[in-house]
């Protein structure tokens, strides 16, 4: 992939039911348009992550639709709603096999084929803190997971009773109730490790990269402190995670790892080896501070920089036009994907849907041309080498006057390669910004006049150079929430 490489992720199931309806016929992975395909390419998607390929869970799909706060929001989202569209959550995964409702394998392994011909990479799911509920290793393998005799009487929820009489315990974030259709793993099992390195070995065969749930869960001292009243084997010297990275590696090194990670773990978890970790310190400051807050996270360590998955949408968090409102989502958009890192996009953030439903749910496809509009025409623009070639930096800029503070609500960063020079500037604000553009490290080109375009309005100007380095530099003024992307060339 390239640098700051672009990564959209698809719902598997709403994919298939897209085409399967358009085409009027049962549609596999083997199946999906090619014109769709050349399309992620168009827009400059270096990945697609296919979200819930694996063969899902019976008792996962029984217990959402049963739900009583699935139902309950469904309810108010969506009144009309029908039970029947409710299904398994897509992390309590019953086994590592291909959906055969999918096409199973073969039909997976076509669409990476097509994928990959047109440069654009593949990647799938992994959770290994736990797996559904039913998974039938509970059977083969019950010693993968955590299990009691006896219960107290306050673990009931936590744990659920085998067949035989024997209790394992639900997996669960320590800050949250646990999830009730899924089994906890034993990750102090050295059998265990040795069961998800095995799996983890064989989707390095059937895809380019894997998007890890959770990871925080899986690191040692949160699962001790998590777990450590249910535990009998001792905790391990080392991680799970640098030996599997490294094991996998060594086979394929451009294989990607990607960290869910959360609670400030995200450089810890870099170490380890993921090749990028979302950022969700970045999400939360877009979302809650203003632009001086923002562009303080942006100040941290390069290297952690450029190896964090940038967002403002995926599955777990509100549509942005509804977290963020229309006008500040799309300056969200621009802070969020013009800085360096890799960059996620969901689909349902592309077509502009307002509603985030639990991901049992499988709604129809809600589309806003307003907001496709914005994407085609933003993603045209940081498709552009610069912005995956170039070097990143923040950039300074002047008030007007001694008695405009507005500029303090401006973020500013530009991007060098080359002759190419990308100026970006975002009033993160809903009131009028004013400063001033100080261009006083152009090169010189021995001309009086420099040529630049408005990326985004596509408006083309000449100027003299000699405006941009006097007096402060070019008076420039943004509406609130309005982006330009100024690009030169020398």
Same mark, same amino acid.
């Given at each position: ?8 992720e698809?719902n ?5 039911n897209?085409f399967?309806k358009?085409?009027g ?42 739900h ?17 569209d ?27 084929k ?11 799911d ?27 009487p306050?673990d ?5 009773k085998?067949p ?45 990269g894997?998007?890890?749930?959770m ?8 699962f ?31 294989f ?8 400030g ?9 993921f ?15 203003n632009?001086?807050?923002?562009q303080g996270h942006?100040?941290?360590?390069h290297?952690?920089q450029? #190896?964090s998955?940038?967002?403002? %949408?995926?599955?777990?968090? /509100?549509m =942005? *036009?509804?977290? +963020? ?7 969200a ?12 996009f969901?689909l ?14 499988i ?55 080359s ?16 400063f001033k553009i100080?261009?006083d ?9 420099? #040529?630049?375009?408005?990326?985004l %309005?596509?408006?083309?100007? /000449?100027? =003299? *150079?000699?405006? +941009?380095?006097?007096?402060g ?18």
């Amino acid at each position: 992939m390239r640098k700051n490489p672009h990564i959209l992720e698809v719902n598997a199931q709403l994919w298939l039911n897209k085409f399967s309806k358009e085409l009027g016929k049962k549609i596999t992975l083997a199946d999906v348009p090619q014109s769709y395909l050349e399309e992620i390419k168009y827009f400059g998607f270096d990945a697609l992550w296919l979200m819930g390929v694996w063969q899902q869970s019976p008792k996962s799909a029984e217990i959402a639709r049963n739900h009583p706060d699935i139902l309950n929001y469904l309810a108010k989202v969506k009144p009309d709603f029908d039970k029947k569209d409710i299904g398994p959550s897509l992390y309590a995964i019953y086994d590592y096999k291909v959906n055969p409702d999918f096409g199973g394998e073969a039909a997976l392994l076509s669409l990476k084929k097509r994928l990959n011909a047109l440069g654009v990479k593949l990647i799938l799911d992994f959770a290994g803190n736990h797996m559904s509920c039913d998974t039938p290793y509970l059977k083969t393998n019950p010693e993968y997971f955590i299990s009691k005799t006896n219960i107290r009487p306050e673990d009931e929820g936590a744990f659920f009773k085998d067949p035989n009489g024997k209790y394992f315990a639900h997996g669960r974030d320590p800050h949250f109730y646990s999830w009730s259709d899924t089994a906890q793993l034993n990750l102090f099992n050295p059998k265990t490790r040795e069961f998800l390195l095995d799996i983890l070995k064989y989707l390095s065969t059937i895809c380019d990269g894997l998007r890890c749930d959770m990871v925080m869960l899986m690191l040692n001292k949160i699962f001790a402190e998590t777990w450590k009243a249910y535990l009998d084997t001792p905790q391990p010297q080392d991680e799970f995670w640098p030996n599997a990275i490294r094991e996998i590696k060594e086979k394929n090194n451009y294989f990607t790892f990607l960290a869910e990670v959360y609670w400030g773990l995200d450089w810890e978890v870099q170490e380890m080896g993921f090749d990028y970790t979302y950022d969700k310190t970045l999400y939360d400051r877009l979302l809650l501070s203003n632009a001086q807050d923002i562009q303080g996270h942006l100040n941290a360590e390069h290297l952690y920089q450029k #190896r964090s998955l940038r967002f403002i %949408s995926n599955h777990d968090e /509100e549509m =942005p *036009i509804k977290a +963020f409102g229309e006008a500040k989502s799309r300056a969200a958009a621009a802070a969020c994907y013009t800085i360096e890192g890799a960059r996620l996009f969901t689909l349902k953030q592309i077509y502009g849907a307002t509603v985030r439903y639990p991901i049992q749910y499988i709604p129809k496809e809600e589309r806003n041309s307003k907001v496709v509009a914005f994407y085609e025409n933003f993603l045209r623009v940081i498709n552009d080498p610069c912005f995956h070639g170039g070097q990143w930096s923040l950039k300074p800029i002047n008030a007007i006057n001694k008695d405009d503070g507005s500029y303090k609500n401006i973020l500013a960063w530009l991007w060098w390669q080359s002759t190419c020079c990308k100026f970006v500037f975002i009033n993160y604000s809903d009131k009028p910004a004013n400063f001033k553009i100080n261009a006083d490290k152009f090169p010189k080109t021995g001309k009086e006049q420099i #040529r630049f375009t408005e990326e985004l %309005s596509h408006i083309t100007k /000449e100027l =003299p *150079i000699s405006v +941009f380095k006097q007096d402060g530099g070019l008076p420039v003024s943004l509406k609130p929430f309005e982006t330009r992307i100024y690009s030169f060339e020398f």
